[in-house]
């Protein structure tokens, strides 16, 4: 049922015995079986630039290295074409996430990227792009510790050219480009398990349109239920709940900022964005033109929604929401060949501040509201299904808002970095489930 199950790797898959991962064992990340730390750290050093490696790493021959510009469209469009092919499909084939061009512009230009950590690789004879692996620069904070760390995603190797060690060769030249400004720390995510994760968070679906769900085999119809019970109890109200809920616009920045600033702090380990990294997230991918123009509640182009609920006394923000569109390729689906996926993304509310909101319940309940209304907001944008991690504020809500568990797992990887595990599915060391991870990987 879980479209991301190729970012999954859950119980054996792709689990190998310690001393297995001859890359993954040279890399300063915590060895399996190590145990948590005694202090949080560094496991090497910074160095200065001299003493960075100034050539590019070998690549196998016929192939060469390719920086790409996002800036050019074609280029952009080269990026999409080998990840809407190769990049992560579910175990059973059946899905894979097609990020469009616009998500990919988005994301891989926040204020401050460096076009050098854009890496690609092209088939020396006919440049054809068959690997990519990017890096964006992101401050982040782990327990105490604030830093520079690069945000890595979309590693991907043409499904032709598997299994032949080219992904560490990636690796290692995008941590070059990134140790080459300055920076020694990362964070990324996978489905597959690797040296070591430092949490682990489960997928979570809130189905929407459940004859296309059923169609493309997304879910089923349980024995003892009919798909026309099924539509019932999962329709979506049209009535938001939260009063003084609209769209973000550029005004609300400055309070959005702080809010989340704020509201972040609550979690042991989250971005700190400042304002422009703010506005990047939350309004740039609104799309073009006006709501309509990209179907049914969307933009033309429309990446991301953001919502701001106002107080309609005080004009104040008092909470906000976001989420992102992701669809997945139906893999051999001519007549629904698109799932159209919404991802929860940041969120906040004030309530979290309020004495005693959190053991009252008054917090769940007041994300129960808002979230609820990303659910119709989202419907109304005629996407199938909305997902969610178990991460942030996210646990306690999902049942009640009828998310139902995924077979998907995500783990979080810091990269030179030690810090004992964080809460994700699972409490860890008295903090809630969740309440761990205030980073949302895109
Ligand atoms: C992920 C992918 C690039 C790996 O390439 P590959 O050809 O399968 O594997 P290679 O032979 O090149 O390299 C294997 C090494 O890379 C590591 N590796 C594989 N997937 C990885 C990942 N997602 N993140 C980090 N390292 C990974 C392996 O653990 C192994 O190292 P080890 O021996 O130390 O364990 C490729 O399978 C792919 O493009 N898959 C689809 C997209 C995808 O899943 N991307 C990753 C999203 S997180």
């Not at 879980?2 to 993954?24: C, P, Q, R, S, T």
């Not at 440049?127 to 690069?150: D, E």
């Not at 309940?365 to 990303?374: L, P, Q």
Request: hydrophobic fraction near 40%; glycine fraction near 8%.
């Amino acid at each position: 049922m879980d479209v991301v199950k190729g970012k999954a790797g859950l119980g054996g898959v792709n689990k190998k015995n310690l001393g297995e991962h001859k890359f993954w064992a040279t890399q300063p990340v915590p060895q399996l079986g190590e145990g948590p730390p005694l202090d949080d750290g560094y496991i090497e050093p910074s160095r200065p630039r001299e003493a960075v490696r100034q050539e590019p790493y070998p690549l196998p021959k016929d192939f060469e290295w390719s920086m790409l510009d996002i800036d050019d469209p074609q280029q952009i469009k080269e990026v999409y074409d080998l990840l809407s092919l190769n990049y992560v499909e579910d175990d059973d084939a059946s899905f894979r996430f097609q990020y469009s061009s616009e998500f990919l512009e988005w994301a891989l230009k926040p204020p401050g990227y460096h076009k050098e950590w854009h890496v690609g690789v092209r088939v020396s004879s006919n440049k054809k792009l068959v690997a990519f692996i990017s890096g964006v620069p992101m401050t982040l904070r782990v327990r105490g510790n604030t830093f520079s760390v690069s945000e890595i995603n979309y590693l991907c190797v043409h499904k032709k050219l598997r299994s032949k060690r080219l992904a560490p060769v990636l690796i290692k030249e995008v941590t070059r480009q990134v140790h080459l400004k300055g920076t020694f720390q990362a964070i990324y995510t996978a489905g597959v398990v690797i040296p070591t994760p430092v949490s682990v968070c489960r997928y979570y679906h809130r189905l929407l349109n459940i004859p296309k769900l059923v169609d493309i085999k997304f879910c089923f119809v349980p024995r003892n239920m009919t798909l026309a019970r099924m539509i019932r109890i999962n329709k979506v109200s049209s009535n938001y709940t939260t009063v003084g809920l609209r769209e973000m616009e550029e005004r609300d920045a400055l309070q959005v900022a702080n809010l989340f600033t704020r509201f972040m702090k609550r979690f042991d380990m989250s971005p700190i964005f400042n304002l422009a990294e703010i506005k990047h997230q939350f309004l740039s991918g609104i799309g073009r033109g006006n709501i309509g123009d990209g179907g049914l509640g969307r933009r033309d182009g429309q990446v991301t929604w953001t919502y701001v609920v106002e107080d309609p006394g005080t004009n104040r923000i008092t909470d906000f929401f976001s989420f992102y569109s992701l669809p997945s390729t139906v893999i051999g689906n001519t007549k629904n060949p698109v799932l159209e996926a919404a991802y929860l993304f940041y969120y906040a509310s004030e309530t979290a501040f309020e004495k005693g909101a959190e053991e009252s319940g008054l917090l769940k309940k007041r994300f129960e509201s808002v979230i609820g209304d990303a659910l119709i907001v989202a419907n109304e944008a005629n996407f199938d299904v909305f997902n969610a991690l178990t991460l942030m504020d996210n646990v306690p809500i999902l049942q009640d808002l009828k998310f139902g568990v995924g077979d998907g797992i995500l783990n979080f990887y810091l990269y030179n970095w030690r810090t004992a595990p964080l809460a994700g599915m699972n409490s860890e060391g008295g903090v809630s489930p969740g309440k761990g991870v205030g980073v949302v990987m895109l």
